[in-house]
Protein backbone atom coordinates (compact mmCIF):
# COMPACT_ATOMS: atom_id res chain seq x y z
CA UNK A 1 0.00 0.00 0.00
CA UNK A 2 1.36 3.41 -0.77
CA UNK A 3 2.23 5.46 2.21
CA UNK A 4 -0.18 8.25 3.20
CA UNK A 5 1.74 11.65 3.60
CA UNK A 6 1.00 12.55 6.96
CA UNK A 7 2.56 15.26 9.70
CA UNK A 8 1.54 15.41 13.36
CA UNK A 9 0.30 18.58 14.70
CA UNK A 10 2.20 21.30 15.46
CA UNK A 11 3.53 21.96 18.55
CA UNK A 12 3.76 25.85 20.06
CA UNK A 13 6.88 26.60 22.20
CA UNK A 14 4.32 27.49 24.87
CA UNK A 15 2.95 23.53 24.63
CA UNK A 16 5.87 22.27 24.36
CA UNK A 17 7.66 24.19 27.31
CA UNK A 18 4.59 22.58 29.45
CA UNK A 19 4.65 19.37 27.76
CA UNK A 20 8.98 19.00 28.39
CA UNK A 21 7.89 19.93 32.22
CA UNK A 22 5.02 17.00 32.42
CA UNK A 23 7.96 14.83 30.66
CA UNK A 24 10.28 15.49 33.29
CA UNK A 25 7.74 14.54 36.33
CA UNK A 26 5.40 12.18 35.31
CA UNK A 27 4.81 8.27 35.08
CA UNK A 28 5.71 7.48 31.84
CA UNK A 29 3.07 4.43 30.84
CA UNK A 30 0.34 7.46 30.54
CA UNK A 31 -1.11 7.04 26.92
CA UNK A 32 -0.75 10.48 25.34
CA UNK A 33 -0.32 10.70 21.77
CA UNK A 34 1.24 12.61 19.37
CA UNK A 35 -1.25 13.33 17.66
CA UNK A 36 -3.48 14.98 19.97
CA UNK A 37 -1.05 17.13 21.92
CA UNK A 38 -3.75 18.99 23.56
CA UNK A 39 -2.28 21.56 26.62
CA UNK A 40 -5.64 22.97 28.00
CA UNK A 41 -6.19 26.05 29.41
CA UNK A 42 -10.30 26.10 29.94
CA UNK A 43 -13.25 24.36 28.73
CA UNK A 44 -16.72 24.98 28.80
CA UNK A 45 -19.70 22.86 27.35
CA UNK A 46 -18.38 21.04 24.20
CA UNK A 47 -15.56 23.62 23.57
CA UNK A 48 -11.68 23.40 24.79
CA UNK A 49 -9.46 25.91 24.72
CA UNK A 50 -5.85 25.74 24.35
CA UNK A 51 -2.95 27.46 26.29
CA UNK A 52 -2.43 29.42 22.91
CA UNK A 53 -6.19 30.28 22.62
CA UNK A 54 -7.28 27.97 19.80
CA UNK A 55 -11.15 26.31 20.12
CA UNK A 56 -11.57 23.28 19.73
CA UNK A 57 -14.95 21.33 19.72
CA UNK A 58 -14.60 17.93 22.12
CA UNK A 59 -15.97 15.06 20.62
CA UNK A 60 -14.23 12.95 23.20
CA UNK A 61 -15.26 14.06 26.50
CA UNK A 62 -12.57 13.25 28.47
CA UNK A 63 -13.17 9.62 27.28
CA UNK A 64 -16.98 10.32 27.81
CA UNK A 65 -16.77 11.44 31.43
CA UNK A 66 -18.41 15.12 31.16
CA UNK A 67 -21.50 14.26 30.28
CA UNK A 68 -23.01 17.05 31.25
CA UNK A 69 -20.36 19.14 29.02
CA UNK A 70 -17.43 20.63 30.53
CA UNK A 71 -17.49 22.88 33.70
CA UNK A 72 -21.49 23.12 33.89
CA UNK A 73 -22.68 25.81 35.83
CA UNK A 74 -25.47 23.74 37.58
CA UNK A 75 -22.77 21.47 39.05
CA UNK A 76 -19.97 24.49 39.91
CA UNK A 77 -23.01 25.65 42.41
CA UNK A 78 -23.51 22.43 44.00
CA UNK A 79 -19.90 21.80 44.59
CA UNK A 80 -19.56 25.31 45.87
CA UNK A 81 -22.47 24.76 48.11
CA UNK A 82 -21.36 21.41 49.40
CA UNK A 83 -17.14 22.63 50.05
CA UNK A 84 -18.96 25.11 51.98
CA UNK A 85 -20.54 22.59 54.49
CA UNK A 86 -18.41 19.55 54.41
CA UNK A 87 -15.44 18.03 52.28
CA UNK A 88 -14.89 15.06 53.88
CA UNK A 89 -15.47 13.07 56.84
CA UNK A 90 -15.13 9.33 55.20
CA UNK A 91 -18.84 7.95 54.19
CA UNK A 92 -17.19 4.29 54.64
CA UNK A 93 -17.75 4.94 58.98
CA UNK A 94 -19.97 7.97 58.88
CA UNK A 95 -23.19 9.12 57.95
CA UNK A 96 -24.39 12.17 55.71
CA UNK A 97 -27.31 13.18 53.41
CA UNK A 98 -25.52 13.48 50.01
CA UNK A 99 -24.63 9.62 50.01
CA UNK A 100 -27.68 8.63 51.13
CA UNK A 101 -29.74 10.91 48.73
CA UNK A 102 -27.02 9.63 45.64
CA UNK A 103 -27.39 5.93 46.51
CA UNK A 104 -31.22 6.42 46.67
CA UNK A 105 -31.09 7.67 43.07
CA UNK A 106 -28.83 5.62 41.77
CA UNK A 107 -30.81 2.66 43.04
CA UNK A 108 -34.25 3.77 41.36
CA UNK A 109 -32.52 4.80 37.64
CA UNK A 110 -31.02 1.27 37.17
CA UNK A 111 -32.02 -1.68 36.06
CA UNK A 112 -33.96 -4.49 37.99
CA UNK A 113 -36.80 -4.29 39.84
CA UNK A 114 -35.37 -5.93 43.18
CA UNK A 115 -33.41 -4.39 46.66
CA UNK A 116 -30.10 -2.98 46.03
CA UNK A 117 -27.25 -1.78 47.37
CA UNK A 118 -24.47 0.92 46.40
CA UNK A 119 -20.85 0.68 47.02
CA UNK A 120 -19.12 3.79 46.24
CA UNK A 121 -15.49 4.23 44.57
CA UNK A 122 -13.77 6.81 43.02
CA UNK A 123 -12.55 5.00 39.41
CA UNK A 124 -14.46 2.42 37.17
CA UNK A 125 -11.43 0.09 37.97
CA UNK A 126 -12.40 0.21 41.95
CA UNK A 127 -15.93 -0.78 40.83
CA UNK A 128 -14.80 -3.86 38.40
CA UNK A 129 -12.52 -4.97 41.85
CA UNK A 130 -15.94 -4.45 43.64
CA UNK A 131 -17.44 -6.71 41.63
CA UNK A 132 -15.23 -9.54 41.48
CA UNK A 133 -14.81 -9.55 45.12
CA UNK A 134 -19.01 -9.55 45.55
CA UNK A 135 -19.37 -12.68 43.34
CA UNK A 136 -16.46 -14.59 44.88
CA UNK A 137 -17.81 -14.03 48.56
CA UNK A 138 -21.65 -14.87 47.36
CA UNK A 139 -20.72 -17.45 45.27
CA UNK A 140 -17.70 -18.98 46.91
CA UNK A 141 -16.55 -19.66 43.83
CA UNK A 142 -13.34 -19.14 41.92
CA UNK A 143 -13.67 -18.91 37.61
CA UNK A 144 -15.08 -15.36 35.53
CA UNK A 145 -15.45 -15.34 32.17
CA UNK A 146 -14.97 -11.91 30.53
CA UNK A 147 -14.57 -10.88 26.53
CA UNK A 148 -12.12 -10.22 24.23
CA UNK A 149 -11.58 -6.68 23.15
CA UNK A 150 -12.93 -5.66 26.88
CA UNK A 151 -11.30 -2.89 28.39
CA UNK A 152 -12.34 -2.94 32.48
CA UNK A 153 -9.12 -1.08 33.85
CA UNK A 154 -5.53 -0.92 34.89
CA UNK A 155 -5.79 -2.56 38.43
CA UNK A 156 -5.19 -6.36 38.89
CA UNK A 157 -8.42 -7.46 38.46
CA UNK A 158 -9.58 -5.10 36.07
CA UNK A 159 -6.46 -5.92 33.49
CA UNK A 160 -7.18 -9.71 34.61
CA UNK A 161 -10.55 -9.49 33.35
CA UNK A 162 -9.65 -7.52 30.04
CA UNK A 163 -9.01 -8.74 27.04
CA UNK A 164 -8.38 -5.84 24.59
CA UNK A 165 -4.38 -4.64 24.80
CA UNK A 166 -1.57 -7.22 25.50
CA UNK A 167 0.79 -3.80 26.57
CA UNK A 168 -2.34 -3.68 29.35
CA UNK A 169 -0.97 -6.99 30.58
CA UNK A 170 2.38 -7.75 29.57
CA UNK A 171 4.86 -8.85 31.78
CA UNK A 172 2.37 -8.29 35.40
CA UNK A 173 1.85 -11.81 35.47
CA UNK A 174 0.87 -13.93 37.28
CA UNK A 175 -2.65 -12.07 36.82
CA UNK A 176 -5.94 -13.51 38.93
CA UNK A 177 -6.38 -17.09 37.58
CA UNK A 178 -9.30 -19.11 36.41
CA UNK A 179 -10.28 -16.46 34.23
CA UNK A 180 -11.68 -17.40 30.83
CA UNK A 181 -12.12 -14.92 27.76
CA UNK A 182 -14.51 -16.11 24.95
CA UNK A 183 -15.59 -13.63 21.78
CA UNK A 184 -18.26 -10.79 21.94
CA UNK A 185 -20.26 -10.37 18.99
CA UNK A 186 -18.21 -8.19 17.25
CA UNK A 187 -20.44 -8.60 14.47
CA UNK A 188 -18.17 -6.87 11.22
CA UNK A 189 -15.46 -9.15 12.17
CA UNK A 190 -16.87 -12.27 12.90
CA UNK A 191 -14.37 -14.28 14.48
CA UNK A 192 -16.32 -17.66 13.23
CA UNK A 193 -16.54 -16.27 9.76
CA UNK A 194 -20.82 -16.61 10.46
CA UNK A 195 -23.57 -13.68 9.86
CA UNK A 196 -25.67 -12.40 11.68
CA UNK A 197 -29.05 -12.97 12.23
CA UNK A 198 -28.27 -16.18 10.29
CA UNK A 199 -25.29 -17.49 13.20
CA UNK A 200 -28.70 -17.99 15.40
CA UNK A 201 -28.99 -21.99 15.26
CA UNK A 202 -30.59 -22.70 18.08
CA UNK A 203 -31.78 -21.62 21.70
CA UNK A 204 -30.82 -21.72 25.27
CA UNK A 205 -33.37 -22.04 27.75
CA UNK A 206 -35.93 -20.83 25.25
CA UNK A 207 -33.86 -17.45 24.40
CA UNK A 208 -31.87 -17.05 21.28
CA UNK A 209 -28.06 -18.06 21.21
CA UNK A 210 -26.05 -16.36 18.84
CA UNK A 211 -23.09 -18.40 17.88
CA UNK A 212 -20.32 -16.75 19.71
CA UNK A 213 -21.72 -17.44 23.04
CA UNK A 214 -22.23 -21.11 21.94
CA UNK A 215 -18.54 -21.39 22.64
CA UNK A 216 -19.38 -20.39 26.19
CA UNK A 217 -22.27 -23.26 26.31
CA UNK A 218 -20.59 -25.44 24.37
CA UNK A 219 -17.00 -25.47 24.83
CA UNK A 220 -15.99 -23.47 27.95
CA UNK A 221 -18.54 -24.83 30.22
CA UNK A 222 -17.91 -28.69 28.63
CA UNK A 223 -14.23 -28.63 28.24
CA UNK A 224 -13.09 -26.63 30.34
CA UNK A 225 -14.53 -25.63 33.85
CA UNK A 226 -17.81 -26.88 34.92
CA UNK A 227 -19.94 -23.62 34.71
CA UNK A 228 -21.28 -24.44 38.99
CA UNK A 229 -17.34 -23.33 39.50
CA UNK A 230 -17.93 -19.68 37.74
CA UNK A 231 -18.91 -16.51 39.82
CA UNK A 232 -18.64 -13.98 37.35
CA UNK A 233 -19.69 -12.94 34.21
CA UNK A 234 -19.36 -9.64 33.44
CA UNK A 235 -19.53 -7.70 29.73
CA UNK A 236 -19.94 -4.22 28.70
CA UNK A 237 -23.37 -4.49 26.92
CA UNK A 238 -21.58 -1.97 24.01
CA UNK A 239 -17.68 -2.52 24.11
CA UNK A 240 -15.98 1.09 24.46
CA UNK A 241 -12.10 0.52 24.13
CA UNK A 242 -12.89 -2.49 21.62
CA UNK A 243 -14.51 0.06 18.95
CA UNK A 244 -18.05 1.03 20.21
CA UNK A 245 -19.11 -2.03 19.50
CA UNK A 246 -23.02 -3.32 19.85
CA UNK A 247 -24.33 -6.34 19.86
CA UNK A 248 -26.80 -8.17 18.48
CA UNK A 249 -30.45 -7.87 20.36
CA UNK A 250 -30.40 -11.13 21.30
CA UNK A 251 -26.65 -11.26 22.99
CA UNK A 252 -27.81 -10.02 26.67
CA UNK A 253 -30.86 -12.05 27.32
CA UNK A 254 -29.08 -14.91 26.31
CA UNK A 255 -26.50 -14.37 28.96
CA UNK A 256 -28.92 -13.35 31.31
CA UNK A 257 -30.45 -17.19 30.89
CA UNK A 258 -27.11 -18.74 30.54
CA UNK A 259 -26.32 -16.55 34.38
CA UNK A 260 -29.54 -17.77 35.73
CA UNK A 261 -29.08 -20.97 35.04
CA UNK A 262 -25.76 -21.98 36.92
CA UNK A 263 -26.25 -19.07 39.33
CA UNK A 264 -23.35 -16.83 38.05
CA UNK A 265 -23.79 -13.26 38.86
CA UNK A 266 -23.85 -11.39 35.86
CA UNK A 267 -22.51 -8.14 35.70
CA UNK A 268 -22.61 -5.09 33.25
CA UNK A 269 -19.81 -2.93 32.95
CA UNK A 270 -21.79 0.39 32.05
CA UNK A 271 -19.18 2.81 32.99
CA UNK A 272 -18.65 4.00 29.81
CA UNK A 273 -21.76 3.19 27.92
CA UNK A 274 -24.63 4.24 31.07
CA UNK A 275 -25.73 7.18 32.41
CA UNK A 276 -27.45 8.56 29.15
CA UNK A 277 -24.87 8.04 26.50
CA UNK A 278 -27.04 5.81 24.14
CA UNK A 279 -30.23 8.30 24.92
CA UNK A 280 -31.32 5.78 27.41
CA UNK A 281 -30.22 5.70 31.22
CA UNK A 282 -28.07 2.52 30.53
CA UNK A 283 -27.21 0.69 27.11
CA UNK A 284 -28.71 -2.46 28.53
CA UNK A 285 -32.21 -0.63 28.94
CA UNK A 286 -32.15 -0.94 25.01
CA UNK A 287 -33.16 -4.78 25.47
CA UNK A 288 -34.90 -5.02 28.93
CA UNK A 289 -32.50 -6.71 30.15
CA UNK A 290 -30.94 -6.10 34.03
CA UNK A 291 -27.99 -7.59 35.55
CA UNK A 292 -27.18 -8.72 39.16
CA UNK A 293 -24.81 -5.72 39.26
CA UNK A 294 -23.99 -3.04 37.46
CA UNK A 295 -20.60 -0.92 37.36
CA UNK A 296 -21.30 2.90 36.85
CA UNK A 297 -18.56 5.31 36.14
CA UNK A 298 -17.01 8.26 34.55
CA UNK A 299 -19.99 10.81 33.16
CA UNK A 300 -21.69 10.18 37.06
CA UNK A 301 -20.19 13.26 38.79
CA UNK A 302 -19.42 15.07 35.63
CA UNK A 303 -15.21 14.93 35.33
CA UNK A 304 -15.24 14.14 39.65
CA UNK A 305 -13.88 10.92 40.22
CA UNK A 306 -16.47 8.53 41.51
CA UNK A 307 -17.69 5.03 40.77
CA UNK A 308 -20.52 3.10 42.01
CA UNK A 309 -21.08 -0.50 42.02
CA UNK A 310 -25.39 -1.38 42.47
CA UNK A 311 -25.94 -4.76 42.99
CA UNK A 312 -28.65 -7.07 44.35
CA UNK A 313 -28.96 -6.38 48.20
CA UNK A 314 -28.94 -10.48 48.58
CA UNK A 315 -25.07 -9.94 47.19
CA UNK A 316 -24.02 -7.20 49.25
CA UNK A 317 -25.34 -7.21 52.46
CA UNK A 318 -25.32 -9.77 54.87
CA UNK A 319 -28.12 -8.66 56.78
CA UNK A 320 -30.06 -9.84 53.77
CA UNK A 321 -28.23 -12.69 52.94
CA UNK A 322 -25.01 -14.14 55.02
CA UNK A 323 -23.29 -15.46 51.88
CA UNK A 324 -22.90 -11.31 51.49
CA UNK A 325 -19.45 -9.37 52.32
CA UNK A 326 -19.39 -8.71 55.98
CA UNK A 327 -18.54 -5.60 57.70
CA UNK A 328 -15.15 -4.69 57.13
CA UNK A 329 -14.76 -6.90 53.91
CA UNK A 330 -14.64 -3.95 51.82
CA UNK A 331 -14.39 0.01 51.69
CA UNK A 332 -12.80 2.90 50.40
CA UNK A 333 -11.79 6.17 52.03
CA UNK A 334 -12.63 8.58 49.26
CA UNK A 335 -15.62 6.28 48.16
CA UNK A 336 -18.84 8.50 48.48
CA UNK A 337 -17.22 12.10 49.03
CA UNK A 338 -20.18 14.32 49.76
CA UNK A 339 -18.42 17.27 47.34
CA UNK A 340 -18.61 14.47 44.61
CA UNK A 341 -22.11 13.27 45.71
CA UNK A 342 -23.16 16.47 45.14
CA UNK A 343 -21.62 17.14 41.56
CA UNK A 344 -23.46 13.50 41.16
CA UNK A 345 -26.56 14.29 42.42
CA UNK A 346 -26.94 17.87 39.53
CA UNK A 347 -25.51 15.57 37.49
CA UNK A 348 -28.11 13.01 37.53
CA UNK A 349 -30.44 15.91 37.39
CA UNK A 350 -29.05 17.23 34.43
CA UNK A 351 -29.38 14.34 32.52
CA UNK A 352 -33.28 13.43 33.22
CA UNK A 353 -34.15 16.95 32.61
CA UNK A 354 -33.52 16.95 28.94
CA UNK A 355 -29.83 15.52 28.23
CA UNK A 356 -30.52 11.82 27.41
CA UNK A 357 -33.40 13.22 25.08
CA UNK A 358 -31.09 15.37 23.72
CA UNK A 359 -28.02 12.24 23.02
CA UNK A 360 -31.26 10.10 21.30
CA UNK A 361 -32.23 12.89 19.00
CA UNK A 362 -28.95 14.31 18.45
CA UNK A 363 -27.37 11.09 17.89
CA UNK A 364 -29.71 9.56 15.31
CA UNK A 365 -28.96 12.64 13.17
CA UNK A 366 -25.31 12.06 14.10
CA UNK A 367 -25.29 8.58 13.28
CA UNK A 368 -27.73 9.08 10.07
CA UNK A 369 -25.21 11.41 8.88
CA UNK A 370 -22.47 9.56 9.31
CA UNK A 371 -23.90 6.91 7.59
CA UNK A 372 -24.31 9.06 4.60
CA UNK A 373 -20.85 9.69 4.81
CA UNK A 374 -20.35 6.13 4.70
CA UNK A 375 -22.28 5.86 1.49
CA UNK A 376 -19.96 8.46 -0.27
CA UNK A 377 -16.30 7.38 1.28
CA UNK A 378 -14.44 4.04 0.88
CA UNK A 379 -12.72 4.10 4.18
CA UNK A 380 -15.42 3.81 6.10
CA UNK A 381 -16.46 0.05 6.52
CA UNK A 382 -19.42 0.59 9.16
CA UNK A 383 -20.86 3.39 10.97
CA UNK A 384 -22.68 1.58 14.43
CA UNK A 385 -23.44 2.58 17.95
CA UNK A 386 -26.72 4.36 19.62
CA UNK A 387 -27.29 7.86 20.86
CA UNK A 388 -23.82 9.44 21.30
CA UNK A 389 -22.15 6.57 21.37
CA UNK A 390 -20.95 5.96 17.75
CA UNK A 391 -17.87 4.04 16.66
CA UNK A 392 -16.56 4.32 13.08
CA UNK A 393 -14.58 1.20 11.54
CA UNK A 394 -11.82 2.38 8.94
CA UNK A 395 -11.53 -0.38 6.35
CA UNK A 396 -8.84 -0.69 3.36
CA UNK A 397 -11.04 -2.21 1.08
CA UNK A 398 -15.16 -1.97 2.22
CA UNK A 399 -16.29 -4.61 -0.02
CA UNK A 400 -13.23 -7.61 1.76
CA UNK A 401 -13.37 -5.13 5.10
CA UNK A 402 -9.76 -5.64 4.69
CA UNK A 403 -8.16 -3.48 7.80
CA UNK A 404 -5.36 -0.81 7.32
CA UNK A 405 -1.86 -2.37 7.89
CA UNK A 406 -0.08 -1.62 11.26
CA UNK A 407 1.36 1.39 9.53
CA UNK A 408 0.25 3.47 6.83
CA UNK A 409 3.09 6.44 6.84
CA UNK A 410 7.11 6.45 6.33
CA UNK A 411 7.04 7.07 10.28
CA UNK A 412 5.12 4.62 11.69
CA UNK A 413 2.16 6.09 12.30
CA UNK A 414 -1.61 4.07 11.89
CA UNK A 415 -5.06 4.90 10.24
CA UNK A 416 -6.74 6.19 13.55
CA UNK A 417 -3.71 8.22 14.68
CA UNK A 418 -4.10 9.89 10.80
CA UNK A 419 -7.35 10.49 11.27
CA UNK A 420 -7.76 11.87 15.10
CA UNK A 421 -4.15 13.83 13.79
CA UNK A 422 -5.78 15.61 11.12
CA UNK A 423 -9.21 16.40 13.18
CA UNK A 424 -7.12 17.91 15.49
CA UNK A 425 -5.32 19.86 13.58
CA UNK A 426 -9.12 21.31 11.68
CA UNK A 427 -10.33 21.72 15.22
CA UNK A 428 -12.22 18.86 16.18
CA UNK A 429 -11.32 16.08 19.03
CA UNK A 430 -11.50 12.57 18.09
CA UNK A 431 -10.31 8.87 19.84
CA UNK A 432 -9.60 6.38 18.47
CA UNK A 433 -10.65 2.85 19.06
CA UNK A 434 -10.34 -0.93 18.61
CA UNK A 435 -8.14 -2.02 16.00
CA UNK A 436 -9.23 0.35 13.49
CA UNK A 437 -11.51 2.45 14.55
CA UNK A 438 -12.41 6.20 15.72
CA UNK A 439 -15.16 6.87 18.33
CA UNK A 440 -18.08 9.17 18.89
CA UNK A 441 -18.07 10.58 22.72
CA UNK A 442 -19.22 14.21 22.68
CA UNK A 443 -20.90 15.40 25.86
CA UNK A 444 -24.73 14.94 25.91
CA UNK A 445 -25.56 18.46 25.59
CA UNK A 446 -24.26 19.27 22.12
CA UNK A 447 -26.25 20.82 19.32
CA UNK A 448 -27.46 19.62 15.33
CA UNK A 449 -24.92 22.44 14.46
CA UNK A 450 -22.26 21.31 16.37
CA UNK A 451 -23.11 17.72 15.11
CA UNK A 452 -22.53 19.67 11.50
CA UNK A 453 -19.28 21.02 12.83
CA UNK A 454 -18.41 18.21 13.65
CA UNK A 455 -19.37 16.51 10.58
CA UNK A 456 -17.74 18.84 8.00
CA UNK A 457 -13.87 18.59 9.60
CA UNK A 458 -14.46 14.84 9.22
CA UNK A 459 -15.48 14.85 5.75
CA UNK A 460 -12.87 17.18 4.73
CA UNK A 461 -10.51 14.94 6.38
CA UNK A 462 -11.60 11.76 4.41
CA UNK A 463 -11.50 13.10 1.29
CA UNK A 464 -7.91 14.68 1.91
CA UNK A 465 -6.96 10.97 3.17
CA UNK A 466 -8.40 9.04 0.27
CA UNK A 467 -6.91 11.02 -2.16
CA UNK A 468 -3.57 9.50 -1.49
CA UNK A 469 -4.94 6.00 -1.56
Same mark, same amino acid.
Given at each position: ???????????????????????????????????????????????????????????????????????????????????????? /?? &???? %??? +??? =????? $??? @????????????????????????????????????????????????????????????????????????????????????????????????????????????????????????????????? /?? &???? %??? +??? =????? $??? @????????????????????????????????????????????????????????????????????????????????????????????????????????????????????????????????????????????????????????????????????????????????????????????????????????????????????
Amino acid at each position: MKKIDYTSPEISEKAKALIDRDNEVMFGAHTRTREIPLVVDYARGARVVDIDGKNYLDFGAGFAVVGTGHCHLDVINAVNEQIRRLIH /IS &GSDF %YYE +PQV =ELAEK $LTI @ITPGDFKKRVYFGSSGAEAVEASVKIARHFTRRPCMVSFIGAFHGRTFAGMTMSGSKKIQRAHFSPLIPEVYHIPFPYCYRCVFNETYPKCIKKDFEGVPLVYCLSYLTDVIFERLTDPEDVALLLVEP /IQ &GEGG %YIV +PPK =EFLPA $LRK @IADKYGIVLTFDEIQCGLGRTGKWFACDHVDTSPDVILIAKAIASGFPMSATVGKAELMDARVDPKAWRTGAHGSTFGGNPVICAAGLTSLKLLENGLIDNAARVGTFLKQKLTDLMNRHKIIGEVRGLGLMIGIELVRDKKTKEPFPTEVTEDGKNIKEVITGECFKRGLILYGAGISSVRMSPPLLITRDEAEEALRILDEVLTTVERQL
